[in-house]
């Protein structure tokens, strides 16, 4: 197992995936936990050959089920993942994604993705306790997703404020949703208080929401929207359109219409 990690790690002269490969595969076989859950992470990135996808789908539920018998944590997580949102051709089964996070719900990730499914079912009341859990470990997922059950009044009552607080914290984290969301809180803020101050603001915070995730659609529109009017930023229909034509390249309806407008 040791070996493995230090030829996956940079702890060698290069990476050698094929020699943490053989490592892992020989821990495995011993039943080590991260060892299997390793296994099927490598088998998912094609570093074990199988004969075509069928069989690497079962190898890697295989040894993903295997590691979580063992209590690997990370495989129940990662299983839990792929029913969830129907990945290596497994059918979509939510509550099957559900049961498994609930046997690794001291996890943080487990706590936040137990949470967005509920979510999704409409317990929002419910899904907010299980993101305030993700919280308490300061999961950024789960601060973004718990602003806006205040932002929208989900499971919690109305505070927009709460909302602006857990965005900007998750914000600080990394996550790029919540920089989105931020920026558009400000973004309304400056709408009613016709504050360049407040506009500027938002364009940082949408600006670096793409640049940590360029599928964040509502960034690229309401950056288009900003150029179009020179709300904090210089107004320019070119920049406008850029924006515009990223946002609908993902299917932003809002931002086809901008685009056709232009």
């Known amino acids: 197992m040791a070996l493995g990690n230090f030829y996956e ?22 039943n080590e936990p991260h ?3 390793k296994v ?13 996808e069928r069989d690497t789908r079962e190898n890697v539920l295989k040894y993903y089920e295997a590691a979580m018998e063992q209590g690997s944590v990370d495989a129940t997580i990662r299983l839990a993942q792929i029913y969830e949102k129907g990945e290596l051709g497994v059918k979509v089964n939510k509550d099957q994604a559900l049961s498994l996070y609930q046997t690794a719900d001291n996890d943080e990730e487990a706590m936040n993705s137990i949470g967005s499914i509920l979510y999704e079912k409409g317990q929002y009341k419910r899904a907010a306790e299980f993101f305030r859990k993700s919280v308490v470990k300061g999961n950024p997922t789960g601060l973004n997703n718990l602003g806006t ?10 505070n927009v404020n709460k909302a602006y607080e857990f965005y900007e914290e998750a914000s600080k984290k990394g996550n790029a949703q919540a920089m989105s969301n931020l920026g558009y809180l400000l973004f309304k803020k400056g709408k009613v208080s016709s504050t360049q101050q407040q506009f500027k603001e938002a364009a940082h915070w949408f600006r670096s929401s793409i640049s940590h995730d360029y599928t964040i659609k509502d960034s690229h529109y309401y950056m288009g929207v900003m ?13 406008a359109y850029k924006y515009y034509k990223a946002a609908s390249d993902f299917e932003h309806e809002l931002a086809c219409e901008r685009l056709g407008d232009l």
């Not at 992470?41 to 074990?48: A, D, M, N, P, R």
Request: charged share 25%.
């Open 40 to 52: 099927g992470q490598l088998s998912e990135k094609g570093i074990y050959q199988y004969k075509n």
């Open 35 to 37: 060892a299997l859950y």
């Open 149 to 158: 059950c205040y932002e929208l009044g989900r499971g919690v009552p109305v």
């Open 9 to 30: 790690s940079d702890m060698y002269e290069k990476v050698d995936l094929d020699m943490a490969a053989d490592y892992y595969k020989i821990a495995a076989e011993m």
């Open 227 to 239: 150029h179009q009017n020179g709300d904090g930023v210089e107004q320019c229909y070119k920049s």
